[in-house]
């Protein structure tokens, strides 16, 4: 956990201009040049997470109810606690970093394609989502929940990259805060079976 906080730390403060400017460099490349069909999917691909992140606990439970499996149904309250975490730890870092969104610090540069509040690292929509994707991982054991659920977690957050509302290390911190949230949550249950 010391190594993973100090990882977002370096990640938020990196005070080497060459890790500011690639930051910079890889969000104008993906930010550049309106496409008002793709922008409008990358719209949907971020508010999407809203409905998955209620969705697949749900399931988890409801799957777990049907076929009277104590351990999914342990799985899907495992999950909404490890999107629950994700959450947590996403808005206590962003009021404890404070850093301004791209658009924001580079308003000539960066096109603000979504409405978004407070600040930028790190990137909730990819922390909940990459929490999800991992608790969905670790419930089912199945490769053919795991690419999609990993793949469907990146494009979140290569959308909120595009829409112009997080810096590319916005993403990698969102993406180290939900699968660390989920990993502590199954080690968490671990240890509490033992004791």
Not at 126 to 154: E, G, I, R
Request: one cysteine or more; aromatic letters at 12%; a positive charge.
């Amino acid at each position: 956990m010391k190594k993973i906080f100090t990882f977002i730390l370096l990640l938020a403060f990196g005070s080497s201009s060459f890790s500011q400017s690639l930051d910079f460099t890889m969000l104008r490349a993906i930010n550049k040049n309106d496409q008002p069909n793709w922008d409008k999917t990358m719209r949907i691909t971020s508010t999407s997470i809203y409905p998955v992140m209620v969705a697949a606990p749900t399931t988890l439970l409801l799957s777990g109810y049907i076929n009277d499996d104590k351990i999914m149904m342990r799985n899907g309250v495992k999950t909404i606690a490890a999107i629950g975490l994700s959450v947590l730890l996403t808005t206590s870092l962003k009021y404890s970093f404070k850093r301004e969104r791209p658009f924001q610090q580079y308003p000539n540069d960066i096109i603000k394609r979504d409405d978004v509040g407070g600040f930028s690292f790190p990137s909730g929509h990819t922390s909940v989502s990459f929490a999800t994707a991992t608790a969905l991982t670790l419930s089912t054991k199945k490769w053919y929940v795991a690419v999609p659920a990993y793949l469907y977690a990146c494009f979140v957050g290569y959308s909120r990259m595009r829409l112009g509302v997080h810096f590319p290390s916005d993403v990698l911190g969102g993406i180290v805060v939900g699968i660390g949230s989920s990993l502590l949550v199954w080690q968490a249950d671990k240890w509490l079976k033992k004791n």
